[in-house]
């Protein structure tokens, strides 16, 4: 079975992770990046910059932001991955960490640490605070690895029209699980 990017219905649960959690699963992945040895992060913004900003300012290391994203304003909206904001040729020569907060696909993780290789990074290894099962190639360094549908602290509440609310795609994705788990 393949399973595609913010195709929700194959998540197997909901974990609502709170601020605590997200803190705790960044230090598991900060004691796996240290492990590494890594010399410099690049982190893919946007999410993905928690966790990358929480390592580079527990590691003492480095942070270069990327955007790579499928998305424009909030929206899917490409198929695949697209760069908007390039990673910088200061990796070069560097043992490099690509973090984002979630490995879905495994896509955007894998093009970003190929472009690093193209500039020159001596190494390059992945890392995510949560990894899907399916997500081909696995991250290096994952904090959790779990098939359920992971609601962030920073999707739980955002601010729409002036109201504070569980983000609309969390909404969506939620219903569309028990939908898909009624029986016929």
């Not at 390039?86 to 993780?109: C, F, N």
């Not at 509440?157 to 909404?171: A, F, N, Y």
Request: aromatic residues 8%; glycine residues 4%.
């Amino acid at each position: 079975m393949e399973v595609r990017s913010y195709d929700y219905v194959h998540r197997r649960g909901v974990r609502f992770l709170s601020w605590e959690e997200f803190a705790s699963l960044g230090r598991k992945l900060c004691e796996a990046l240290a492990s590494e040895r890594i010399e410099t992060i690049v982190g893919i913004a946007r999410a993905g910059l928690f966790p990358a900003t929480l390592a580079a300012c527990a590691l003492r290391l480095d942070l270069y932001p990327v955007r790579v994203s499928r998305r424009l304003q909030d929206e899917v909206r490409f198929p695949s991955p697209v760069w908007h904001v390039p990673l910088v040729a200061a990796v070069a020569g560097k043992r490099i960490a690509v973090v984002d907060e979630t490995a879905d696909s495994g896509e955007t993780q894998a093009l970003v640490a190929e472009q690093a290789r193209t500039l020159g990074a001596t190494e390059v290894i992945t890392a995510a605070l949560v990894s899907h099962s399916w997500a081909k190639p696995q991250p290096t360094c994952v904090a959790l690895t779990t098939d359920e549908l992971v609601i962030f602290p920073w999707d739980q509440q955002v601010l729409i029209d002036g109201s504070w609310q569980l983000h609309p795609e969390m909404v969506t994705a939620i219903a569309a699980q028990q939908a898909d788990s009624k029986p016929e």
